[in-house]
C-alpha cells in the first residue's frame, strides 16, 4: 500500500490515541458530559440528576460571556463572545439527543468563566432536561 491511503491510515492510527475529546468544541464536550451526566442517573422514573459544566471547557476556548441554547428541536448550541458582546465563535452538535430529550428550549446568557447547571428527570424510562441555569 503506497500513496495518500497509506499516509491517512498511517495518521488516523497516530491520532486515535488522542481520544475524541482532543479534537472537540464546547458543544461536543457538553454533549459528552450530558451523555456521562445521565448514565449515571436511576433508572426508575422520577430520577433526577444535575450536571455542573464548567465554561470555558479548555483553555483558551470561549473566554467571554457565553450563551448556551439547548433546543426541543434537536440542536445544541454554544455561543461564545468577546468582552464587547461580538461573537467570537459558535459550535452546535445534536449528539446529546441520543441521550436525553429536551422538555422545552432553554437559552442562557452565563458571564465569563461561570459554570452551567442542567438538571435532568427520568420520564417515561428516558432522562428530560427540565431545568438549566
Do not use: N
Not at 426541543?72 to 458582546?85: I, Q
Not at 446529546?96 to 428550549?105: A, G, I, L, S, V
Amino acid at each position: 500500500m503506497r500513496g495518500p491511503r497509506r499516509i491517512a491510515i498511517v495518521l488516523a492510527s497516530a491520532l486515535a490515541p488522542a481520544g475524541c475529546g482532543a479534537f472537540t468544541d464546547p458543544a461536543t464536550r457538553l454533549a459528552y458530559d450530558i451523555e456521562e451526566a445521565t448514565s449515571r442517573m436511576g433508572r426508575e422514573d422520577g430520577a433526577t440528576t444535575t450536571l455542573v459544566h464548567p465554561m470555558p471547557s479548555r483553555a483558551g476556548e470561549c473566554t467571554g460571556p457565553y450563551r448556551v441554547q439547548l433546543d426541543e428541536a434537536d440542536a445544541l448550541v454554544v455561543w461564545c463572545y468577546d468582552g464587547t458582546g461580538k461573537t467570537v465563535s459558535s459550535h452546535g452538535t445534536t449528539y446529546h439527543r441520543r441521550f436525553t430529550e429536551t422538555e422545552r428550549t432553554l437559552i442562557l446568557t452565563k458571564p465569563a468563566g461561570s459554570p452551567l447547571r442542567i438538571r435532568f428527570e427520568r420520564r417515561s424510562g428516558r432522562p428530560v432536561i427540565v431545568a438549566a441555569s
